[in-house]
T-cell receptor, first 112, second 113 residues
Framework: GDSVTQMEGPVTLSEEAFLTINCTYT??????LFWYVQYPGEGLQLLLK?????DKGSNKGFEATYRKETTSFHLEKGSVQVSDSAVYFC???????????FGAGTRLTVKP | NAGVTQTPKFRILKIGQSMTLQCTQD?????MYWYRQDPGMGLKLIYY???????DKGEVPNGYNVSRSTTEDFPLRLELAAPSQTSVYFC????????????FGEGSWLTVV
């Protein structure tokens, strides 16, 4: 079945460092891809999404490009801030499934 | 601007007790979900519903029950609570499953002692 694999954490970076969190997927159809963020003590919030190949989702300085040829949706940010410290989840959804499939999550800690 | 609302936010249960986690959404979404998130882990689907009167099991349904009598409400019932059910529970909803965004509640922290 459809699934998502994302890089294991935790990831610790200094402020203003470049961030990449890898995400690859397996799907039989043409899924939409998502990144969710979970701040401490809160629920998951949508960070960005892309619904078809070569689409780029972006929000709050984060970007991810839907790469069908490599089945990937890596999350990037050019300069992280302390406030970006959170757990990031990659996810996919398509009409073949009745739910969204989530990766295990990657914890990011940004130090001043 | 309520979105998905779940209660209670925190609860401590004794082994063998029962309780219901309430969830309601005001976005007229067809799909609703219950996930659990164990410490340091990802999300696991407990139950989901594709519309009023229809529910189905997810990955980890044992020890739980759900009902969906209205579009808005999707309560999760824990029968005979066990320590293994200590977790954070998230209710969520989406318009449908074809690539639409899932919206989450703020979570319910449950401890079984």
């Amino acid at each position: 079945g459809d699934s998502v694999t994302q890089m294991e954490g935790p990831v610790t970076l200094s402020e203003e460092a470049f961030l990449t969190i890898n995400c690859t997927y397996t799907a039989t159809g043409y899924p939409s891809l998502f990144w969710y963020v979970q701040y401490p003590g809160e629920g998951l919030q949508l960070l960005l999404k892309a619904t078809k190949a070569d689409d780029k989702g972006s929000n709050k300085g984060f970007e991810a490009t839907y790469r069908k040829e490599t089945t990937s949706f890596h999350l990037e940010k050019g300069s992280v801030q302390v406030s970006d410290s959170a757990v990031y989840f990659c996810a996919l959804s398509d009409y073949n499934n009745n739910d969204m499939r989530f990766g295990a999550g990657t914890r990011l800690t940004v130090k001043p | 601007n309520a979105g998905v609302t779940q209660t209670p936010k925190f609860r401590i249960l004794k082994i063998g007790q029962s309780m219901t986690l309430q969830c309601t959404q005001d976005m007229n979404h067809n799909y609703m979900y219950w996930y659990r998130q164990d410490p340091g882990m990802g999300l696991k689907l407990i139950y989901y519903s594709v519309g009023a009167g229809i529910t189905d099991k997810g990955e980890v349904p044992n020890g739980y029950n759900v009902s969906r009598s209205t579009t808005e409400d999707f309560p999760l019932r824990l029968e005979l609570a066990a320590p293994s059910q200590t977790s954070v529970y998230f209710c969520a909803s989406s318009l449908d499953s074809s690539g639409n965004t899932i919206y989450f509640g703020e979570g319910s922290w449950l401890t079984v002692v």
